[in-house]
């Protein structure tokens, strides 16, 4: 039987899929590297650690499996990254990633300058950790690094390149570069124009399921791969999120509780323009509406790292008793935020605080919060289904937080019951590419069964009433900084 490797690059590791003809997965492998923030604002990686990772899980995914039933492999990875390579393809430091908030003035400038060009041209306006801000902000403070640039890549491009030695992105990741004309589905020439920019700094561009090349050959022979591996472009995180959830017709919605939280939903037609919202390019429909908040499952991972909780599972289910019992209020904003605030200002807060509260409390106020936030994106991009919202993430595995995220949003939700994100989602990008089976089809039939999550019906109204407390408290929280 014939197999598919999809490998998403993710923030905190690299997780590679091995999935077969049926949807079924067959082998997992998973490496962690780290962020580092040399300075405020400031998330790095190295992608020499993505090389290693690469190499690493590969090898460990591989083990005891057939290598020669592999026929394609395909990615999803972290978006908005600046991967800058020399004249001999070696990467130029580390790469700015997503979360990046250095560029937040140059940013501000673009929305303040620039802003009707670029939402006509782009669909979006300009967020500090897009593409664009940030190379127009490193340009300015490192001419030296500016002067050795060659090359510019998305995170999830890099890694093709080092299979096939070829350089190529896709529509969906082009999207968030802030340089990408999602109706053309080319990079935009007013854009280049106007930030000095020559396009020969960005690989060519090509749909998802196009086949960049093949693994080179003395990659194949170290891992026992035929020499006729496709290599498949893939897709950003997100993109590759809902195709790997079923997210895949016009009106459906889907949620992903990870270290970012989203909501998307796919359209056939550009809707009009909201600044809360992205617009990203995706296979079919044509358009994805997507919402980030920056900060979702990672709150939860910064509580239990700050109170040395190491069993976060034990603790989602010890907050049982929580449930419409908790007064305190957090605000879920650790990196600033997106949307529905573009505000990398904004900042984290307890609120509602008494001397009988306990660690419990405040990390159950932690997960209301995150949901809150997912509401209010919802709410503003006024996101709409008569079918469950589709939920996928870390956050989606705790029944906890599942109930609890249905009860806020008043709705049914359902979980896939192979729910391996991005991941599973670019190995049925790499199935399609090899076989021309369209990625709805594949997807459709990798997803037949779901679990069924329904709100805690006595518990709607009190929830309904708590958000609206919830939703007065950033402009309060950010008054104190101004």
């Known amino acids: 039987m014939n197999t598919y490797i999809g490998i998403d690059l993710g923030t905190s590791g690299m997780k590679l899929l091995l999935v077969d003809e049926t949807g079924r ?8 590297y780290a962020v580092s923030s040399p300075e405020p604002y400031a998330s790095e990686q190295d992608p020499a650690d993505w090389e290693e990772a690469l190499w690493n899980g ?8 057939d290598p020669s039933t592999v026929k394609a492999i395909s990615f999803s990875g972290q978006m908005h990254g600046v991967v800058a ?9 580390p790469a700015w990633l997503w979360n990046d908030g250095r560029a937040k003035d140059v940013s501000a400038n673009i929305n303040a300058r620039d802003h009707d060009l670029v939402v006509k041209e782009t669909g979006n306006i300009s967020y500090p950790g897009f593409s664009l801000p940030k190379i127009v902000y490193h340009r300015k403070i490192d001419h030296e690094w500016w002067d050795a640039v060659r090359h510019i890549l998305l995170p999830k491009d890099y890694l093709s390149f080092l299979l096939t030695h070829r350089l190529g992105s896709e529509y969906s990741d082009a999207s968030g570069t802030l340089l990408f004309n999602p109706r053309t589905r080319n990079y935009s020439r007013p854009l280049l124009k106007l930030f000095k920019l020559d396009a020969d700094l960005f690989p060519p561009l090509y749909p998802s399921t196009y086949c960049l090349g093949y693994v080179k050959e003395d990659i194949a022979t170290r891992y026992g791969l035929n020499e006729d591996v496709k290599v498949i472009m893939g897709a950003a995180d997100n993109i590759a999120a809902a195709i790997g959830i079923g997210v895949t017709k016009e009106k459906m919605v889907g949620i992903s509780l990870g270290t970012s939280g989203t909501v998307f939903s796919p359209v056939n037609r550009i809707p009009t323009h909201n600044d809360s919202m992205h617009l990203f390019a995706f296979p079919d429909p044509a358009y994805l509406r997507l919402g980030c908040m920056l900060s979702s499952a990672s709150c939860l991972a910064w509580w239990a790292n ?3 909780e190491k069993d976060i599972g034990a603790l989602l289910d010890s907050l049982e008793p929580l449930l419409g019992n908790n007064l305190v209020y957090f605000l879920p904003y650790l990196n600033g ?21 306990d660690e419990k409390d405040l990390a159950f106020a932690v997960i209301e919060g995150v949901c809150f936030g997912i509401k209010e994106m919802i709410e503003t991009g006024k996101l709409i289904s008569s079918l469950p919202f589709i939920l996928t993430g870390g956050g989606a595995k705790s029944s906890l937080w599942a109930k609890l995220l249905a009860t806020v949003l008043d709705h049914d939700l359902a979980i896939p019951s192979i729910d391996e994100g991005p991941g599973y989602g670019a190995a049925i990008i790499a199935y399609s590419g090899h076989t021309g089976e369209s990625l709805s ?17 006595e518990l709607v109204p009190y929830y309904k009433k708590r958000y609206q407390s919830y939703l007065k408290l950033y402009p309060i929280e950010r008054r104190l900084f101004e």
């Open 337 to 357: 935020e997106r949307c529905p605030h573009n505000d990398p200002e904004a900042s984290g807060a307890f609120l509602g605080l008494r001397m009988q509260n």
């Open 58 to 65: 590969l090898e460990a995914l591989l083990d005891n499996q």
């Open 25 to 32: 997965v067959l082998s997992r492998a998973k490496e962690p």
């Open 85 to 93: 390579l020399d004249e001999d393809y070696r990467p130029l430091g």
């Open 441 to 457: 089809s594949i997807s459709k039939r990798f997803n037949q069964k779901r679990t069924l999550v329904k709100p805690i019906e």
């Open 306 to 308: 700050l109170t040395k």
